[in-house]
């Protein structure tokens, strides 16, 4: 799509491959804050990829989820392939429902994304209680609902470097 | 011509069919994930990969730690001199048993040699700093800042002033990870320091103890000391690790519901010592079959 949503009439600018490279990299950051035992911090790398593979499926998908569920295994001390079971998933989902999301409002946007992000963080609790870890309380699935409720506000920040200053004249009326 | 044979132009290349893709990623995940939880031989994979995020996970730290040293240089100094003067008076009080404690060890070499009796390991080993607790929200996990640099290996106990914090369980090249005697995985071999009762201590994973196969009608107390027992070779015997703070007797069970507080801060604390691993050989397990529960958790516990 290259409007900021379907009833904008502004053309977005091509994505930079490096931004969205630099985007995933903070993402990686954030989760990596010590934020460890705060009720609700939303998994940022399951927002910003499910955000990149919504708009640019073809730039981001399964390798890049892979890729970063791993670190985000290696970085959690979680099991391997935790997080990379998910992503991948998470990422083939978006990608897959890309052209219909990007039709919706940006609230409704967030309502189609809550379910994907939700059941990326529920296969991983089924994940880890099939290998006979403890409940680590309700807590645990807050993150996807406030990840969802970020996704109006994510939108506009990393479709930021897209837009274009608006320079009407009777050549561009756009 | 050139022009007439030449590939089409790659309009429609997508690469594999994302449904192959797929399922290729979701089979490898799956075979990490069992591999890693079954058979845990991906050491060398989890280690590469931590090189390259480990520096990634100190810039994220460094937020965090700034804003506590500019706290704590802020804090005031008040509450420095109190805990100075504290730090003193307990140096003070602990110097003659320290001071004589050489003293002490000498004469029970001695002794134990008169006896016959192999000497007892002294305890040594390294200082590390807390990093941060482990995200994981299915365990209980801390990470230091030594590693296979500093020679650690999985295995070694960590302690800090009060009792055992827990086992270090993996080992990356520049940091370690402590998974506390509170995980529910872990596993303690103790004995009541008032009566010399053996059984093991498994973290709960709420912060809490649990001490298991104690019979119902064992003596057991409220604010009775755990130490550990040393049966499992790897943590030396006499480290305090828990106090007794409820014993639940119902005689439909054969053993007694007992909970403990862990004494180290285990959830709280900033410095621990890693002890180094123990040299003596353990004698070789008895063949009989019947499974005493101890030997059985420290092996549990030693191999995690």
Redo the contacts between chains.
């Keep these: 799509m290259i409007q900021p949503t379907f009833t904008s009439s502004r053309i977005l600018l091509p994505v930079r491959p490096w931004f969205i490279a630099v985007s995933l990299f903070v993402a ?7 934020t ?2 705060w009720p609700g911090v939303p998994d940022w790398v399951a927002l910003v990829l499910c955000f990149w593979s919504v708009r640019e499926p ?1 730039r981001v ?3 890049w ?2 890729v970063l ?3 985000m ?10 997080h ?2 998910a992503y ?2 998470l990422a ?1 989902g978006t ?2 429902l890309s052209r219909r999301i990007l039709w919706f409002p940006l609230a409704q946007q967030a309502l189609q994304v809550l379910p994907l992000l939700l059941g990326a963080q529920l296969l991983q609790l089924a ?2 209680l099939a ?1 006979g ?2 409940f ?2 309700w807590s ?1 699935l807050i993150g996807p609902l406030i990840a969802a409720l970020l996704w109006i506000p994510g939108t506009f920040l990393l479709l930021l470097p897209q837009y274009q200053p608006v320079e009407r004249d009777e050549n561009r009326p756009l | 011509m050139a022009g007439i044979d030449h590939a089409p132009p790659p309009f429609f290349k ?1 690469g594999p069919a ?1 449904l192959a ?2 399922t290729f ?2 089979a ?10 079954r058979v845990q031989s ?1 050491g060398l ?2 280690q590469s ?2 090189l ?2 480990d520096p ?2 100190r ?3 460094m ?2 730690s700034l804003i506590d040293h500019a706290l704590a240089y802020l804090g005031d100094l008040q509450e420095m001199r109190a805990e100075n003067t504290r730090l003193k008076e307990s140096q003070l009080l602990t110097a003659p048993n320290l001071l004589r404690l050489e003293h002490l060890e000498v004469e029970n070499e001695r002794l134990r040699r008169l006896l016959a009796v192999r000497e007892r390991e002294k305890a040594g080993g390294q200082v590390a700093r807390i990093l ?8 209980r ?1 801390v ?1 230091i800042d030594k590693g296979q640099m500093a020679g650690l290996v999985a295995g070694q106990p960590a302690i800090d002033e009060a009792g055992v914090v827990g086992q270090v369980t ?1 080992v990356f090249p520049f940091s370690a ?1 402590i998974t506390l005697i509170t995980d ?1 995985n872990q596993a303690v071999p103790v004995q009541i320091a008032r009566s010399g009762q053996r059984s093991v201590v498994f973290g709960r ?1 709420d912060g809490q103890l649990d001490l298991r196969y104690i019979p119902a009608n064992a003596d057991v107390r409220i604010g009775d000391l755990l130490v550990t027992s040393g049966l499992d070779g790897i943590f030396l015997p006499g480290f305090p690790v828990a106090r007794v703070t409820a014993v639940e007797r119902d005689s439909a069970y054969a053993f007694a519901r007992i909970a403990a507080t862990p004494l180290a801060g285990v959830e709280n604390f900033a410095e621990v010592m890693v002890i180094a691993p123990r040299q003596e050989a353990l004698p070789p397990p008895p063949p009989a079959p019947d499974r005493h529960p101890a030997p059985h958790a420290a092996k549990k516990a030693g191999n995690p």
Excluded: H
């Design positions: 990686l950051l954030a989760n990596l804050l010590p460890a035992w073809r998908g399964m390798g989820a892979f569920g791993l670190a295994d290696v970085a959690d001390g979680a099991a391997l392939g935790q990379c079971f991948v998933l083939y990608a897959a994940m880890r290998a870890a403890d680590p309380g645990y | 997508r994302p893709l797929l990623y979701l490898i995940s799956l075979a990490l994930f069992v591999v890693d939880l991906l994979l989890r990969v931590a390259v995020v990634v996970q810039v994220a730290q937020p965090g941060y607790t482990a995200r994981d929200p299915f365990s996990r990470v993996r990870e529910k994973g």
